[in-house]
């Protein structure tokens, strides 16, 4: 549990809930805790009759709520993020359109997975080709920096409980400025940041698309790399490749400036792949041993994975391995 406790969340719902019902109009209600996330977010939904809307109560002191209500309401002509008919910015309070139950990776199936998403690639393209990015903070070398030093701040120092040697750290930083090189020569366009199936819902029209608070000026392959080489769901290797493929395509059409060869794109999203993959190892580290949500890390193996198929098709990335290699051996993961 967080440091807000039981009795401080217990507290937050009960002035989530009624702040939200005195917004409404609302005497009586039902609710019901429907997410938490990986931050301090939590949502509640209330019913009544055959109205719901849903409530974010964001503790204002971590996770302000100002990014979130701003980007909504820049992206709201383009594609399907939720109304927000009321905020109480200062307590961190918002309460939501009701976009459903179904996130995409409870409903995507092999069979299904071509329309949905074909769906969700339409909503990304009206995000890079229009969505506003002047007032987004750049994604650049600074902030890819920060975020590869969460592999060996949180899963190599906490996790596997390995101190790099003088010469590994040396290697280190050769494999972030070539990873952080290749992430600023793409074009750079507005960037969700985690368009994951777990950040899109099965609505109508489809998707709904939620999460987008900490949206940049990033990468134009950085989204349709976390679409489809996803932290929860794994893919084929050649269904995902065919997937990037036709974004690549649409994307041209869509007059992105997109390479118009197949093979240096593969490379791009590889690359880009690797820089993420790191990160959200080091955040899954940080998770479970900072907030105490151990379960993130069960999906490790599938980054790894991921990091392989990256390593096997691009050369330059064989420093990586070996430092991989040269860790795991003096791993001593926490029990």
């Not at 406790?5 to 039902?30: K, V, Y």
């Not at 080091?282 to 379960?295: E, L, Q, S, T």
Request: hydrophobic residues 40%; aromatic residues 10%.
């Amino acid at each position: 549990m967080n440091e807000y406790g039981q009795g401080m969340s217990d507290q937050r719902r009960t002035q989530a809930e009624s702040w939200a019902a005195r917004e409404l109009n609302w005497a009586d209600w039902q609710s019901e805790a429907i997410s938490s996330d990986a931050s301090f977010r939590r949502y509640f939904r209330l019913r009544r009759d055959n109205q719901a809307w849903v409530v974010m109560d964001a503790p204002p002191d971590r996770e302000p709520v100002e990014a979130f209500v701003n980007i909504a309401r820049s992206l709201r002509p383009l594609v399907h993020v939720p109304a927000i008919p009321a905020a109480n910015v200062e307590q961190g309070l918002l309460l939501l359109e009701d976009l459903g139950d179904t996130p995409y990776h409870h409903a995507l199936t092999s069979d299904n997975a071509d329309a949905l998403f074909g769906d969700a690639l339409d909503a990304l393209l009206k995000l890079q080709t229009a969505g506003p990015v002047d007032d987004l903070p750049s994604y650049n070398a600074a902030m890819l920096m920060r975020e590869l030093a969460l592999f060996p701040d949180w899963f190599l120092a906490r996790h596997w409980q390995v101190e790099p040697t003088d010469q590994e750290l040396d290697d280190w930083d050769l494999l972030c400025a070539l990873l952080i090189r290749w992430a600023l020569d793409q074009p750079q366009v507005f960037c969700h940041r985690d368009f994951m199936p777990r950040n899109l819902m099965v609505s109508d029209p489809n998707p709904g698309i939620i999460d987008f608070q900490d949206a940049v000026c990033g990468p134009v392959s950085y989204d349709p790399v976390c679409l489809f080489r996803d932290a929860f769901l794994s893919w084929p290797v050649e269904r995902v490749d065919r997937w990037l493929e036709d974004y690549r395509q649409r994307a041209r059409e869509a007059g992105l400036p997109i390479s118009d060869s197949e093979r240096l794109w593969q490379r791009q999203c590889d690359f880009m792949g690797v820089q993420r993959h790191l990160k959200v190892l080091g955040i899954f580290a940080r998770i479970a041993y900072r907030d105490g949500k151990p379960a993130y890390l069960d999906d490790a193996p599938r980054f790894f994975d991921y990091l392989s198929v990256a390593v096997e098709r691009n050369p330059e990335l064989q420093l990586l391995d070996e430092l991989l290699e040269r860790w795991r051996a003096r791993a001593r993961p926490v029990k």
